[in-house]
């Protein structure tokens, strides 16, 4: 009988050993409890707990990646569009993480997606588009001052697909195509103006000096010859043949 009582007290110490010895990892923490208070932020390492005095809640200090899903956005330009975004975030005040918050995984997911559809909405369909790496810090700011409280610092905010439906991409594409056909337009535009200026400029140049015209003549003319065309007609200026004509006329005369 004794026996037997022995092997229970021996199972019960055993048990309670068990349930008092706790190894923590290097990226844990143990938040401990005195008789329902607040004790101390333990590990990590070998921690001992005493059984039905103390309790203890292990938080897990590394870096959550959180997939934030798909939120339907309304951008300031009235455009319905659909978004989802990774957050990346740690606990860095066990204390708060436990104490201030009932489950802080579940109260950063929500607060991410509020967050998502507030920020968003406050701006046009173009700047999503094109500046998206603004948006990220600007959400990113938000969270990380509303999760302080928590014990929480949101490091990253990521957005990853913005997605349309077919009528708007459709629209933006014809946008595109509009843009890229005014901009050729001006650049051919602007070549004409300062091809016109460069011709121009030209021009008075040969103006000043009627050798400099008749050697252009000449020119041109053997670049044409060049071409082996069968026929050729061109104009002939006044200028080259004059003073053959008054040539001419005097020996007549």
Known sequence: MVSYFLGLLIAAIALLLMYAIRILREYERAVVFFLGRFQAVKGPGLIIIIPIIQTMERVDLRTVVMDVPTQDVISRDNVSVKVNAVVYYRV??????????????????????????????????????????????????????????????????????????????????????????????????????????????????????????TLRYMQTLIDIAGEQNSTIVFPLPLDLIEPMIKKVAGEKS
């Open 92 to 213: 860095i005040d066990p204390q708060s993480a436990i104490i201030n918050v009932e489950n802080y995984h579940e109260a950063v997911s929500q607060l991410s997606q509020t967050t998502l559809r507030s920020v968003l909405g406050k701006h046009e369909l173009d700047e999503m588009l094109s500046e998206r790496d603004k948006l990220n810090v600007d959400i990113q700011k938000i969270l990380d001052e509303q999760t302080d409280a928590w014990g929480v610092k949101v490091t990253n905010v990521e957005i990853k697909h913005i997605d349309l439906d077919e009528s708007m991409i459709r629209a933006i594409a014809r946008q595109a195509e509009a843009e890229r056909s005014r901009r050729a337009k001006v650049i051919h535009a602007e070549g004409e103006a300062q091809a016109a200026m460069k011709l121009t400029e030209a021009a008075d140049e040969l103006s000043k000096n009627s050798n400099a015209i």
